[in-house]
């Protein structure tokens, strides 16, 4: 087990979501857009925390491939509670990152 | 008619700034409003805020929002919520609203200030659109608790807690308007956008909507974590602004606020969000303790980003880790101790087996915390209620404006940190409290706390119904323990079966 100290040395990004139809497309997503990286996704009932190391990518056209209806990158912000690291809004793709890796 | 791409147009469409002929640059943006710190017009305009949106995306978006947690609400309001919950989780409700939703209205006004005064016009775009989230989060979070008000007057408090001098809400206001309603753009943006939502919110907003969800309150659960997408976006003002103001030489500034503002939050949480977590959410529906909440919001999350932005740890970070263990478990003793002062029934939380549960999460609590709660146990097994009740006043900090407390035990680790400032003498709870106001004392030196007030006679009778009237909690509304004492006869049942 890590102690406190320890666990502000990491490198996580990537959205926190409210549960629903939209999380689950994002996880989808994620896997697609990052597939060199591993993508862990922490289940809390309310939310779901999708993560990577360094950076993530999810690009629009992916996630209305996967909710299968039309989709607008700003539309993300209903389901989206928070996030690790920083953010890029783009239209056609979200970004989260770090600019510097611990 | 062709359609320019969003990206295309939204920098020439928020770059408001002009030159001004009619005025000086200082008349248009007071420096005590806009706590620009001398950094000139040119470096503001360098401000790229990261998390873009346009006034028409804001209301559809918002408008998405405000249809999903309405008919959540709707769907569930012949669910029984209320009548099936556990007394423990309506005092989560009772205390949440009533410490928050007013608060709201303080932070549409910090928005409102950030928005005209603020330099950057990236930041007064972001503002603009905070300003009517936060007016949401107040309108919305008065409007949900409004249908409790006839089961349970307690729930009045969500709107009534702002008008009182009740000690919760001396503290509450003590710190929103230190850091909401009485500070410049930059420092207001550095204090309430970027430590406390882009950090403290969450756990308020996200962690407990997991309990929320798990203790089947969809409602509740839907309400924050929706007000927390907003929280997501405008809490993004302070990043960019934190570069601006380090390229600029003034990362000091920067980190004395930011500093400021975490301390002010953790405290003012350990007294709110750790018992509503770990004693008043019932055993079975608890996601994670406070502990584990705060780790991964503050520790993993926040102060993470907080050193890719190129801030440090604040100097009392290891006195804030090492808090997380001990400081809300006080907190909870005392407000329970002292339950007629609040306006919701804090449930004990101490039945035999969220001992077991307490002493997993944090051990050594039974040696400890546990022993202070055995006496009062060991009260009201005897029919001793009486001295469940608190004689004497605590020593409130005149900083945090929360009692001074620390772990029982062996050794007596409550400390105070006095501090004579023309001629006034202070109390802190904590070496961080006294940094705070030691950092601006004319800013401070004024304040009476609830105890000071007591003491010049600002509270008559002195005794407690003068300190109820005082407070404005009137009968019905005064807290009880949640359970009526059913856990008591839980722990006599259970030695009785040990005994035999």
Redesign the interface.
Known sequence: MST??E??Q?N?VGP?M??GELAQAVVEAAEIDNPDKIIKVED????LRIQTSDEMILKRQTIEEMLGRPFSM??I???????????????EYIRFY???H? | MANLGRLDWYDIARNTNWQPTYVQEDELFPPQMSGSMGIPLPEWESYDEPYKQTYPEYVKIQREKDAGAYSVKAALERSNMFENADPGWLSVLKAHFGAIARAEYSASTAEARMARFGKAPGMRNMATMGMLDEIRHGQIQLYFPHEYCPKDRQFDWAHKAYDTNEWAILASRHMFDDMMTTRGAVDTALMLTFAFETGFTNMQFLGLAADAAEAGDWTFSNLISSVQTDESRHAQIGAPLVAILIKNGKKAEAQKMVDIGIWRAWKLFSVLTGPMMDYYTPLEHRKQSFKEFMEEWIVTQFERSLIDLGLDKPWFWDQFLEELNYQHHGMHLGVWYWRSTVWWNPAAGVSPEERTWLEEKYPGWNATWGTNWDVITDNLLAGKRELSYPETLPVVCNMCQLPINATPGPTWKVRDFPLDYKGRTYHFCSEGCQWCFEQEPERYKDHLSLIDRFLAGMVQPMNLAGGLQYMALAPGEIGDDAHNYAWVEKIRAARQKAAA
Not at chain 1, 44 to 47: L, S
Request: net charge neutral; proline share 0%; glycine share 2%.
């Open positions: 406190a100290a666990v502000s990491n996580n926190v409210r549960q809390k009932v309310a939310y700003s539309e912000e209903i389901e989206l509670a928070s996030f690790a690291g920083r953010i890029d809004t783009q239209v770090h600019a510097k611990l």
